[in-house]
Protein backbone atom coordinates (compact mmCIF):
# COMPACT_ATOMS: atom_id res chain seq x y z
CA UNK A 1 0.00 0.00 0.00
CA UNK A 2 0.94 3.63 -0.51
CA UNK A 3 1.67 5.61 2.19
CA UNK A 4 3.54 9.03 3.30
CA UNK A 5 6.22 8.54 6.12
CA UNK A 6 7.99 10.60 8.76
CA UNK A 7 11.20 10.18 10.57
CA UNK A 8 12.14 10.56 13.25
CA UNK A 9 8.64 10.42 15.10
CA UNK A 10 10.39 12.19 18.09
CA UNK A 11 13.39 14.36 18.18
CA UNK A 12 15.02 16.32 20.96
CA UNK A 13 17.63 18.67 20.28
CA UNK A 14 19.52 21.80 21.42
CA UNK A 15 19.14 25.24 20.71
CA UNK A 16 21.44 26.38 17.75
CA UNK A 17 22.15 22.49 16.30
CA UNK A 18 20.66 21.92 12.83
CA UNK A 19 18.30 18.98 12.38
CA UNK A 20 16.81 17.90 9.35
CA UNK A 21 13.22 15.90 9.17
CA UNK A 22 12.62 13.76 6.91
CA UNK A 23 9.61 12.52 4.52
CA UNK A 24 8.93 9.87 2.20
CA UNK A 25 6.01 9.13 -0.18
CA UNK A 26 4.76 6.47 -2.04
CA UNK A 27 2.26 7.81 -3.98
CA UNK A 28 3.91 9.53 -6.98
CA UNK A 29 2.37 12.34 -5.75
CA UNK A 30 3.92 15.78 -7.68
CA UNK A 31 2.59 18.03 -4.38
CA UNK A 32 3.99 17.91 -1.15
CA UNK A 33 3.86 19.77 1.54
CA UNK A 34 4.85 20.93 5.35
CA UNK A 35 2.80 22.56 8.86
CA UNK A 36 3.85 22.91 12.15
CA UNK A 37 0.67 21.99 14.32
CA UNK A 38 0.84 24.14 17.79
CA UNK A 39 -1.96 24.36 20.17
CA UNK A 40 -4.16 27.90 19.52
CA UNK A 41 -2.78 28.30 16.06
CA UNK A 42 -3.24 24.98 14.00
CA UNK A 43 -2.18 23.59 10.92
CA UNK A 44 0.69 26.32 9.62
CA UNK A 45 2.31 25.83 6.18
CA UNK A 46 5.58 25.90 6.26
CA UNK A 47 7.14 24.83 2.89
CA UNK A 48 5.64 23.48 -0.15
CA UNK A 49 6.61 21.95 -3.74
CA UNK A 50 4.89 20.99 -6.50
CA UNK A 51 7.39 19.05 -8.19
CA UNK A 52 10.93 18.45 -8.48
CA UNK A 53 13.33 21.23 -8.02
CA UNK A 54 10.01 22.97 -7.40
CA UNK A 55 10.12 25.11 -3.53
CA UNK A 56 7.79 27.71 -2.38
CA UNK A 57 7.61 29.71 1.15
CA UNK A 58 4.38 29.60 3.54
CA UNK A 59 3.55 31.35 5.80
CA UNK A 60 5.94 30.52 8.52
CA UNK A 61 8.85 29.74 6.40
CA UNK A 62 11.34 31.71 8.21
CA UNK A 63 13.98 29.55 9.81
CA UNK A 64 13.28 26.37 7.72
CA UNK A 65 14.69 25.27 4.66
CA UNK A 66 13.62 22.31 2.08
CA UNK A 67 14.81 20.83 -1.15
CA UNK A 68 13.03 18.65 -3.57
CA UNK A 69 15.52 16.29 -5.50
CA UNK A 70 13.41 13.79 -6.73
CA UNK A 71 8.92 12.44 -6.45
CA UNK A 72 9.16 11.14 -2.86
CA UNK A 73 11.17 13.13 -0.67
CA UNK A 74 10.78 16.30 0.55
CA UNK A 75 13.38 17.21 4.06
CA UNK A 76 12.53 19.96 5.95
CA UNK A 77 15.72 21.56 7.69
CA UNK A 78 15.91 23.72 10.37
CA UNK A 79 19.07 25.81 10.19
CA UNK A 80 19.29 26.70 13.43
CA UNK A 81 17.18 25.25 15.72
CA UNK A 82 15.19 27.86 18.50
CA UNK A 83 13.01 27.00 21.06
CA UNK A 84 10.12 28.76 19.35
CA UNK A 85 10.54 25.79 16.52
CA UNK A 86 9.23 23.18 19.55
CA UNK A 87 5.68 21.76 17.40
CA UNK A 88 4.55 18.56 16.05
CA UNK A 89 5.61 18.56 11.90
CA UNK A 90 3.43 17.13 9.52
CA UNK A 91 4.03 16.03 5.73
CA UNK A 92 1.53 15.53 3.74
CA UNK A 93 1.40 15.19 -0.28
CA UNK A 94 -1.65 15.37 -2.83
CA UNK A 95 -1.75 14.72 -6.45
CA UNK A 96 -1.62 16.83 -9.62
CA UNK A 97 -4.94 18.99 -10.10
CA UNK A 98 -5.94 17.17 -6.79
CA UNK A 99 -6.49 19.51 -3.16
CA UNK A 100 -6.71 16.62 -1.11
CA UNK A 101 -3.84 15.88 1.29
CA UNK A 102 -2.72 13.14 2.37
CA UNK A 103 -1.08 13.43 5.89
CA UNK A 104 2.36 11.52 7.45
CA UNK A 105 1.86 10.95 11.34
CA UNK A 106 4.04 13.65 12.30
CA UNK A 107 7.27 14.14 14.01
CA UNK A 108 7.26 15.92 17.32
CA UNK A 109 10.56 17.70 18.24
CA UNK A 110 11.18 19.50 21.21
CA UNK A 111 14.22 22.06 21.07
CA UNK A 112 15.95 22.55 24.63
CA UNK B 1 -10.38 38.63 10.60
CA UNK B 2 -8.87 34.87 10.33
CA UNK B 3 -9.70 33.48 6.96
CA UNK B 4 -11.38 30.59 8.60
CA UNK B 5 -12.70 30.19 12.22
CA UNK B 6 -13.77 27.15 14.27
CA UNK B 7 -15.01 27.27 17.62
CA UNK B 8 -12.40 26.39 19.58
CA UNK B 9 -13.77 23.66 21.81
CA UNK B 10 -13.53 21.22 23.75
CA UNK B 11 -16.51 19.73 23.28
CA UNK B 12 -17.93 16.95 25.24
CA UNK B 13 -20.78 14.87 24.58
CA UNK B 14 -22.41 11.45 25.64
CA UNK B 15 -23.00 8.40 23.77
CA UNK B 16 -25.64 8.86 21.25
CA UNK B 17 -25.74 12.36 20.69
CA UNK B 18 -25.91 14.16 18.00
CA UNK B 19 -22.90 16.23 17.17
CA UNK B 20 -22.84 20.01 15.36
CA UNK B 21 -19.45 21.23 14.37
CA UNK B 22 -18.83 24.26 12.59
CA UNK B 23 -16.47 26.73 10.66
CA UNK B 24 -17.33 30.30 9.18
CA UNK B 25 -15.20 32.27 6.62
CA UNK B 26 -14.87 35.74 4.88
CA UNK B 27 -13.05 34.56 1.61
CA UNK B 28 -15.91 34.12 -1.04
CA UNK B 29 -13.75 32.78 -3.58
CA UNK B 30 -13.41 29.35 -1.27
CA UNK B 31 -15.17 26.44 -2.89
CA UNK B 32 -13.85 22.91 -2.37
CA UNK B 33 -14.58 22.30 1.46
CA UNK B 34 -13.73 19.83 3.84
CA UNK B 35 -13.27 18.00 6.82
CA UNK B 36 -10.62 15.83 8.18
CA UNK B 37 -10.62 13.88 11.14
CA UNK B 38 -7.42 13.74 13.46
CA UNK B 39 -6.95 11.43 16.26
CA UNK B 40 -4.28 11.88 18.90
CA UNK B 41 -1.06 11.27 18.02
CA UNK B 42 -1.74 10.90 14.62
CA UNK B 43 -1.63 12.93 11.13
CA UNK B 44 -5.04 14.15 9.98
CA UNK B 45 -7.24 12.28 7.79
CA UNK B 46 -9.99 13.49 5.22
CA UNK B 47 -13.54 12.62 6.58
CA UNK B 48 -15.63 14.99 4.27
CA UNK B 49 -15.15 16.69 0.74
CA UNK B 50 -18.18 18.72 -0.48
CA UNK B 51 -17.64 21.17 -3.36
CA UNK B 52 -19.82 24.48 -3.62
CA UNK B 53 -22.81 24.43 -1.72
CA UNK B 54 -25.31 21.65 -0.49
CA UNK B 55 -25.13 18.64 1.77
CA UNK B 56 -22.97 15.59 1.66
CA UNK B 57 -23.74 12.69 3.73
CA UNK B 58 -21.64 9.43 4.87
CA UNK B 59 -22.88 7.20 7.35
CA UNK B 60 -23.40 8.79 10.64
CA UNK B 61 -21.67 11.81 8.98
CA UNK B 62 -23.32 15.01 7.04
CA UNK B 63 -21.30 18.26 5.70
CA UNK B 64 -23.24 20.93 5.07
CA UNK B 65 -22.00 24.41 3.00
CA UNK B 66 -23.88 27.70 3.18
CA UNK B 67 -21.92 29.66 0.67
CA UNK B 68 -24.53 32.47 0.98
CA UNK B 69 -23.80 33.23 5.07
CA UNK B 70 -20.12 31.72 4.55
CA UNK B 71 -20.78 28.88 7.03
CA UNK B 72 -20.25 25.16 6.85
CA UNK B 73 -21.19 22.53 9.08
CA UNK B 74 -20.06 18.74 10.35
CA UNK B 75 -23.15 16.68 11.68
CA UNK B 76 -22.28 13.48 13.61
CA UNK B 77 -25.44 11.27 14.69
CA UNK B 78 -25.50 9.24 17.09
CA UNK B 79 -22.08 9.96 18.16
CA UNK B 80 -19.89 7.13 19.62
CA UNK B 81 -16.37 6.98 21.68
CA UNK B 82 -14.68 5.99 18.79
CA UNK B 83 -15.58 9.42 17.21
CA UNK B 84 -13.39 11.37 19.58
CA UNK B 85 -10.90 13.52 18.00
CA UNK B 86 -9.48 16.51 16.67
CA UNK B 87 -12.19 17.98 13.92
CA UNK B 88 -10.12 20.07 11.58
CA UNK B 89 -12.12 22.40 8.92
CA UNK B 90 -10.38 22.91 5.61
CA UNK B 91 -11.01 24.96 2.66
CA UNK B 92 -9.65 26.21 -0.68
CA UNK B 93 -10.80 28.30 -4.03
CA UNK B 94 -9.03 25.97 -6.42
CA UNK B 95 -8.26 22.38 -7.01
CA UNK B 96 -4.60 21.42 -8.46
CA UNK B 97 -2.00 23.94 -9.06
CA UNK B 98 -2.00 26.97 -6.08
CA UNK B 99 -4.60 25.16 -4.47
CA UNK B 100 -3.07 25.31 -0.90
CA UNK B 101 -5.80 24.72 1.46
CA UNK B 102 -6.25 26.74 4.84
CA UNK B 103 -7.45 25.00 8.13
CA UNK B 104 -9.84 26.27 10.74
CA UNK B 105 -8.11 25.04 14.25
CA UNK B 106 -9.50 22.31 15.34
CA UNK B 107 -12.15 21.69 17.85
CA UNK B 108 -11.43 18.19 19.81
CA UNK B 109 -14.81 16.03 20.77
CA UNK B 110 -14.89 13.79 23.27
CA UNK B 111 -17.64 11.19 23.30
CA UNK B 112 -18.14 9.95 26.78
CA UNK B 113 -19.71 6.22 26.73
Known amino acids: DAEITQSPRHKITETGRQVTLACHQT?????MFWYRQDLGHGLRLIHY???????NKGEVSDGYSVSRSNTEDLPLTLESAASSQTSVYFC???????????FGAGSRLTVL | QKEVEQDPGPLSVPEGAIVSLNCTYS??????FMWYRQYSRKGPELLMY????GNKEDGRFTAQVDKSSKYISLFIRDSQPSDSATYLC?????????????FGKGITLSVRP
Open chain 1, 92 to 102: ASSASGANVLT
Open chain 1, 27 to 31: WNHNN
Open chain 1, 49 to 55: SYGVQDT
Open chain 2, 27 to 32: NSAFQY
Open chain 2, 50 to 53: TYSS
Open chain 2, 90 to 102: AMSALTGANSKLT
